[in-house]
C-alpha cells in the first residue's frame, strides 16, 4: 500500500501510502484526500498520506461494529490474547523500523525513538496477559437469590491520538482496548499520521479479524469531529489539547458515549536543598528538553529551594549549551526539532511572553536556522530564570524545549507554588528527607508523583490527570476499567415471586 518516487523538485524520495485500512483491507478514501507529511527537520515532503472523509469514518465504524459483534466480543480472553502476543512480537521485530519512521514523521531524536518504540511490544504483553482474567465479583445479598457481576467491553472505541508521541499514545489505547474485546477506529493526528498505517500493517499480519483495528488519518475538526458525533461509537479515548477535549464533550455529548481524555501538563519539578543535587539535575534538565519539550509529562516548572537557586539556574545554563541540536536520524544528536511549523511557531511566541513578562531569560529563546537546519524547525534549549508562577509561561503548556525556573522557600511555598495551577497530570520531588517525600508528594495535586526519579512510566502504572489534565487514566488496571462495562446480573434460586395486587 505505499510506493516510493523522487520529487524532482526537492530530490527528496517520497513515499506514498495511499489506502486506508478498513475492515480488514486496505481501500482508497471515498470522500478524503491524499496529504503531504512534512519531514521537520528539513521543512519538506516526505510522504503522502490518505486522509478519510466522512463516509470513511462511516465505513471504519460500520466495519468495527460488525467485528464486535460477529464474534471479537465473544471470542475467549485467551484467544484475543493469543492475536495479541502475535501482534507484540511482530511489534517488536520491527520496532527499529518503526522508530525510524517515527522519527522522520515526527522529527523525534533517534536515540529517544528507539527506546520508546523498542518498549510498546510490553505494553501489548501485558495487556494480552489480562484479557483472559477480565472476571467480576459474587455478591453475597441472601439465599433466595445469587448476585454476580461480569465485565463487558464498551463496544467501538474511536481513538485520537496527537503528533507528538504516535506509536506510544496507540500503544496505550490500542492495547487495553483490544484486550476488554473492544473494536477500534484509530484516528492519528493529520501531522504524524505514517506510523499509524505502518501499525496497520502488522495487525493485518498478526491475522487479526477483519475490522477489529481500522485506521482512518484525517482531519481532526471534520473527520475527527465525526467520529465524536458517531451513533454508533461507544467511547472516545482521546490524547490532545484541553480545548479540543471540551469541543469532543460538546459534538460527543448527545450520544452520551464514554469519555477519556489525557489532556496536557505543566508538572511541577522540585528540588529542595536537601536533594541529591546532581541527581536532581540530571533529571531536571533531561526532562526539560526530551522530546524537544513535547510532553504532557515534562517537567516544565523547576522549583527550587532558594538556598541553592543560583547554583542550579548556572548548571542549567551549563547543560542547554551541551545539548546537541540536530537532525534527529543522526544517532549522536540529543534533540531534534519541533514535529510541526505551527508548534515552532507557538513556542516561539511563548518566548517572547516570557520576556515581555519580565523573566530572565538565560539560555537560548531562538529559532536554529544555521547548516542543515536552515529549513527545519529547530529551536535552542531554552531556559527562563526567575519566573514568577502567575506568568503565563509557568502557567500555560508551552509543548517547546522551554523550562522555568521558579525560587521558592520551604515546603509550604514548594507545595502552593507546585498546585497553584489548572492542570494536575505529574510532579517530580527531590529530597533525600524520607518523611518529607511523603508528606510533599501526598499534598500535590496531580495525577502521578515521582520521588526521586522522574517520568518513570510503565504500561502497569496508572497514567493520567487531575483537574484540567483530563478524565480516566491509561496504563495499569484503570486503563482496561475505561473500556468495560460491569453487568450486574442477579438470579433468583427459587423462582417465586409474590404477586403485589393478590
Ligand atoms: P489537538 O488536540 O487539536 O489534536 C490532537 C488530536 O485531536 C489530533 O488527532 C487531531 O486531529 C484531533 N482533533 C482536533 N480537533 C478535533 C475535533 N474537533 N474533534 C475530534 N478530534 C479533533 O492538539 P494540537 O492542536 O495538535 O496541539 C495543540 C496543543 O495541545 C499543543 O501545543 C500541546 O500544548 C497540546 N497537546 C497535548 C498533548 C498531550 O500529550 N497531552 C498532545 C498534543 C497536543
Ligand atoms: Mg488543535
Not at 62 to 70: D, I, L, P, V, Y
Not at 103 to 123: K, P
Not at 251 to 276: M, N, Q, V, Y
Request: net charge negative.
Amino acid at each position: 500500500m505505499n510506493d516510493t518516487a523522487l520529487n524532482q523538485q526537492t530530490d527528496i524520495e517520497v513515499t506514498t501510502y495511499n489506502k486506508l485500512y478498513i475492515g480488514g483491507e486496505w481501500v482508497s478514501p471515498i470522500d478524503g484526500s491524499i496529504e503531504d507529511s512534512v519531514d521537520p527537520s528539513t521543512g519538506k515532503v516526505w510522504a503522502r498520506v490518505a486522509f478519510g472523509g466522512t463516509k470513511d469514518i462511516d465505513r471504519a465504524v460500520a466495519a468495527a461494529r460488525k467485528a464486535f459483534e460477529g464474534g471479537w466480543r465473544s471470542m475467549p480472553g485467551g484467544e484475543r490474547a493469543a492475536l495479541m502476543r502475535r501482534f507484540a512480537d511482530l511489534y517488536q521485530k520491527n520496532a527499529p523500523k518503526l522508530a525510524e519512521i517515527e522519527t522522520r514523521d515526527s522529527g523525534r531524536a533517534l536515540r529517544e525513538s528507539r527506546l520508546d518504540v523498542g518498549s510498546h511490544h510490553n505494553c501489548y504483553h501485558w495487556f494480552a496477559s489480562l484479557a483472559d482474567k477480565l472476571s467480576g465479583r459474587t455478591i453475597p445479598i441472601e439465599e433466595a437469590v445469587h448476585a454476580f457481576t461480569t465485565r463487558v467491553p464498551v463496544g467501538v472505541v474511536g481513538a485520537i491520538t496527537p503528533w507528538n508521541v504516535p506509536l506510544m499514545s496507540a500503544a496505550w489505547k490500542l492495547a487495553p482496548a483490544l484486550a476488554a474485546g473492544c473494536t477500534v477506529v484509530l484516528k492519528p493526528a493529520e501531522q504524524t499520521s505514517v506510523t499509524s498505517l505502518e501499525l496497520a500493517k502488522l495487525f493485518e499480519q498478526a491475522g487479526f479479524p477483519p475490522g477489529v483495528v481500522n485506521v482512518v488519518p484525517g482531519d481532526g475538526k471534520s473527520v475527527g469531529a465525526h467520529l465524536v458525533a458517531h451513533e454508533d461509537v461507544n467511547k472516545i479515548s482521546f490524547t490532545g489539547e484541553g480545548a479540543t477535549a471540551k469541543k469532543i464533550l460538546r459534538t460527543g455529548g448527545d450520544t452520551l458515549k464514554r469519555f477519556s481524555f489525557e489532556l496536557g501538563g505543566k508538572a511541577p519539578h522540585i528540588i529542595f536543598a536537601d536533594a541529591d543535587i546532581e541527581q536532581a539535575l540530571n533529571a531536571a534538565t533531561s526532562s526539560a528538553w526530551a522530546l524537544c519539550g513535547q510532553s504532557c509529562a515534562l517537567g516544565s516548572r523547576v522549583l527550587v529551594e532558594r538556598s541553592i537557586y543560583d547554583r542550579v539556574v548556572a548548571e542549567f545554563v551549563i547543560r542547554a549549551a551541551k545539548v546537541r541540536v540536530g537532525m534527529p536520524l543522526d544517532d549522536s544528536n540529543h534533540m531534534g526539532p519541533q514535529a510541526h511549523d505551527e508548534q515552532l511557531q507557538k513556542t516561539l511566541s511563548y518566548i517572547e511572553i516570557g520576556k515581555h513578562e519580565g523573566a530572565k531569560l538565560v539560555a537560548g529563546g531562538k529559532r536554529l536556522v544555521t547548516g542543515d537546519l536552515v529549513n527545519g524547525y529547530f529551536i535552542e534549549p531554552t531556559v527562563f530564570a526567575d519566573v514568577r508562577n502567575d506568568m503565563r509561561i509557568a502557567q500555560e503548556e508551552i509543548f517547546g524545549p522551554v523550562v522555568v525556573l521558579i525560587p521558592f522557600s520551604g515546603e509550604e511555598e514548594a507545595i502552593a507554588i507546585a498546585n497553584d495551577a489548572s492542570y494536575g497530570l505529574a510532579a517530580g520531588l527531590w529530597t533525600q528527607d524520607v518523611g518529607r517525600a511523603h508528606r510533599v508528594s501526598a499534598k500535590i495535586d496531580a495525577g502521578i508523583v515521582w520521588v526521586n526519579t522522574y517520568r518513570y512510566i510503565r504500561w502497569s502504572t496508572p497514567y493520567g490527570g487531575f483537574k484540567n489534565s483530563g478524565w480516566g487514566r491509561e496504563n495499569g488496571l484503570e486503563a482496561l476499567d475505561g473500556y468495560l462495562d460491569t453487568k450486574t446480573t442477579v438470579i433468583s434460586t427459587t423462582g417465586q415471586f409474590p404477586d403485589a395486587y393478590a
